[in-house]
C-alpha cells in the first residue's frame, strides 16, 4: 500500500530538484557545446589526448572529428531487414524444481516486395540440471537473472544469425537490427569468472560469424544514457588535470544525447566513435563495437538514439549509409523506433496470463506423472491477500 | 498459416461428387458449440460468403453442414487493433508487411444439418459439436442441391435465430445459394418455389415478410 499524502511531500521536493538540476544541466550544455566546436578543427591532437592520458572515465577512440555530422541517404529498395528479440520467465526462487523459460523472436520483411514476412518466436524451456547447472552462479544456488539474461541476449543474437541467413537474397542488401548494445558489460558483473569468459567468448564468435558471411549488424539503443562524448570534452577541457572535481565547472552529468539533440537536425548521424568499453580488449578487431548517435525524427517526441555497430561495418561507408538508411525508415515507420524491433518485441514477449499459463503447464505435467510440485507458501499467499 | 500442411481431403463420395481434384480446406474450427462454430479462414483461400454452407467433418464419421451467418476480419492478437495508416495496399505490403500479415478473417456458422456415417442426411442440429481444429470445407453445389427440400433447417433458423444476424437477410443470402447449387434455371425456380412455400407456412399470415424476403432473391 502507497501512502500518498507521505508522498505528496517528497514529489515537491522532486520537483525543485528537478528545476535546479535542469538549470545546471543547461549551463553544462553550453560548456560542452562550445568544447565539441572547439575541438573540431584539432581533433587529432585530442585523440593523441585519450591515448596518452589515463582519465579513468570512458572515453571513445577517435576516428574523426567528433563535431562531424553527416546527413540521412536513401534506403535501397528493395533490401532484407531482419530482427530479433527474446524475453524469459526467470527462474522462481518459490517454485521448485528450478526451471526457466527463454522466447525468441525471428523477424524477416523484404522491403520492397510483396513477399511473406518472416514472424515467428521459438520457446526454449530449460529445466535439465546441466542447464541449470550451466546459469547457476557458484555464491547463489539458484541460476541468477543476470545469468538468463545473459543467456537470452546469446540467444537472441544466433537468432537474428539464423534469420539473417535464411532471409538473405542474392543481390539484395540486408541489414540485421538488434535491440540493446552488442557490448557485452553486463558480464563483468557477475561474480562467476568462468561462466563469464564462456558466454563472451560464445557472443563474439556469433558476431566474428555476422562478419565472416557479410551480414552487416546493428542495435539500436533508445534513449542512451551514456556520457562517452561528454567526457571526451572534459579531457578536452582538461578536467582529468584538476585536483578535486568542481562540480559546478564541469560537464560532468550531462549526457551524450542531450548534446547531439543539439547539433544534429532530424535524420542526420554524428560521427562514427570506437566504444574504449573494457570488454572490449575481448573482442577481436574487426567486430569491434562502434557507435552514432542519430536524430530520429518525430512531431512531438523527436529523440537521439544510440546505433551500434561492429569495426567492420564502421569501416565501410556503403554499409554505413545502408544502416543509416535502413534504421531511420525503420524509425519512421515504427513512430520514433524501429517498426521490425517492435514486432520483434511483440513475438517475443511473454505476458502474465502466459506466465501464469506456463507455470500452470509445469504443475500439470508434473501431477500427471506423479511428482510434487512445490510453490512456497509465501508465492500463495501473494496471490490471495484476505482480510 | 498457409494451407501447405493440411492434408488434402478427397471429394465425400464418388456418387455425391464430380470433383477430380482434392479439395482444400478453407478454415479452421476455433470455437464450437452444437448450434454453431467459429472457424478462422485459411490465409489465401476466399472466405465463405454470408449465406453460403460449409461443411466440417467429424472423426465419428457424421459430416456437419453448417450456414454462414457472421464474417469478421480483424487483428490476431486481441491487445492490438488496427488503426488509419493512410497506405495502399501495396505500400502495405512492401513496406509494413506485418500489418497483413496480423489480420484474420473468421466467420460463424450455424449449424442446421449432418450426415451420418451411413450417408443419411437430417436437417437438425447434430448429436456433438464439430472439434475443434477441425477443417471447415466449402460445400460444392451437389452439397447444397442435397440440402433441399424439405427445407426444415429454414424452420430452425426462423424458430430461434442467432441474435446478432438478422435472420432476414440470412434467409435471403440463403434462398440465393438454393437457386444458384441448381445447374439449370428451371431447376433453381423449382427449388426456390418450395423453399418459399416452406417459408410461407413458417410466417403464416405475415405475407408482408414473406414478400420482403423474396423480392431481394430475385
Known sequence: ?387 | MTTDSHAPETAPSASRSTAVLPLAPIAEVIESNTRSFWAEVYRGMETPAFGTWVRVNQPTGYELYGLVSHVEVGSVEPNRRAVALGRTEDELRREMPHVLALLRTTFRAQVVAYREPDGRLRQTLPPSPPQIHAFAYACEPEHVCALGAPFDYLRTLVSNPDPAVPVDDLLVAVLGTVYTAQAHPEEGERALIRAGRVLSRLFRDDHERLQSILRRVV
Not at chain 1, 29 to 50: F, K, S
Not at chain 1, 89 to 112: K, M, W
Not at chain 1, 304 to 319: K, M, Q, S, T
Open chain 1, 1 to 387: 500500500m502507497l501512502d500518498l499524502h507521505r508522498l505528496q511531500v517528497q514529489f515537491k521536493d522532486f520537483g525543485a530538484y528537478r528545476s535546479l538540476e535542469e538549470t545546471r544541466m543547461a549551463v553544462r550544455l553550453e560548456r560542452a557545446l562550445a568544447a565539441l566546436e572547439a575541438c573540431d578543427g584539432c581533433w587529432e591532437e585530442l585523440r593523441a589526448l585519450t591515448e596518452r592520458e589515463k582519465p579513468g572515465w570512458l572515453v571513445p577512440a577517435l576516428r574523426e572529428s567528433p563535431a562531424a555530422v553527416y546527413p540521412r541517404g536513401t534506403r535501397p529498395t528493395p533490401v532484407t531487414v531482419v530482427a530479433a528479440d527474446g524475453s524469459q520467465i526467470y527462474p522462481d526462487r518459490h517454485v521448485e524444481p528450478t526451471c526457466f523459460l527463454l522466447n525468441v523472436s525471428r523477424i524477416a520483411f523484404q522491403y520492397g516486395t510483396h513477399e511473406e514476412p518472416l514472424m515467428e518466436s521459438v520457446p526454449a524451456f530449460r529445466y535439465r540440471r546441466d542447464e541449470v547447472d550451466e546459469l547457476a552462479d557458484e555464491v547463489a544456488v539458484d541460476a541468477s537473472s543476470e545469468v538468463v539474461s545473459a543467456f537470452r541476449d546469446e540467444q537472441e543474437l544466433e537468432a537474428l544469425l539464423e534469420t539473417a541467413r535464411r532471409a538473405r537474397v542474392e543481390g539484395r542488401p540486408i541489414v540485421a537490427l538488434a535491440d540493446g548494445t552488442l557490448i557485452r558489460w553486463m558480464l563483468r558483473a557477475m561474480r562467476n569468472r568462468a561462466l563469464e569468459e564462456r558466454l563472451l567468448a560464445r557472443y563474439t564468435r556469433l558476431l566474428a560469424e555476422f562478419h565472416a558471411d557479410r551480414l552487416p549488424i546493428a542495435s539500436y539503443i533508445s534513449m542512451p544514457g551514456n556520457t562517452e562524448v561528454v567526457n571526451l570534452l572534459r579531457l578536452h577541457r582538461g578536467e582529468h588535470r584538476a585536483a578535486e572535481l568542481d562540480e559546478e565547472a564541469s560537464l560532468v552529468g550531462l549526457v551524450d544525447r542531450r548534446l547531439f539533440a543539439r547539433t544534429l537536425a532530424p535524420g542526420e548521424r554524428s560521427a562514427v566513435f570506437e566504444s574504449a568499453s573494457h570488454i572490449q580488449r575481448e573482442y577481436a578487431p574487426e567486430i569491434r563495437i562502434h557507435y552514432f548517435y542519430l536524430h530520429v525524427p518525430h512531431p512531438v517526441a523527436p529523440e537521439i538514439a544510440r546505433v551500434e555497430i561492429p569495426a567492420w561495418v564502421a569501416d565501410d561507408g556503403g554499409l554505413l549509409d545502408l544502416v543509416h538508411a535502413v534504421v531511420l525508415s525503420e524509425c519512421e515507420k515504427g513512430e520514433g523506433y524501429p517498426l521490425i524491433l517492435s514486432e520483434a518485441h511483440e513475438r517475443a514477449v511473454i505476458r502474465a496470463h502466459e506466465r501464469a499459463l506456463f507455470y500452470e503447464l509445469v504443475e500439470r505435467q508434473l501431477t500427471t506423472s506423479g511428482l510434487p510440485f512445490t510453490g512456497s507458501n509465501k508465492q500463495a499467499s501473494k496471490r490471495r491477500p484476505t482480510v
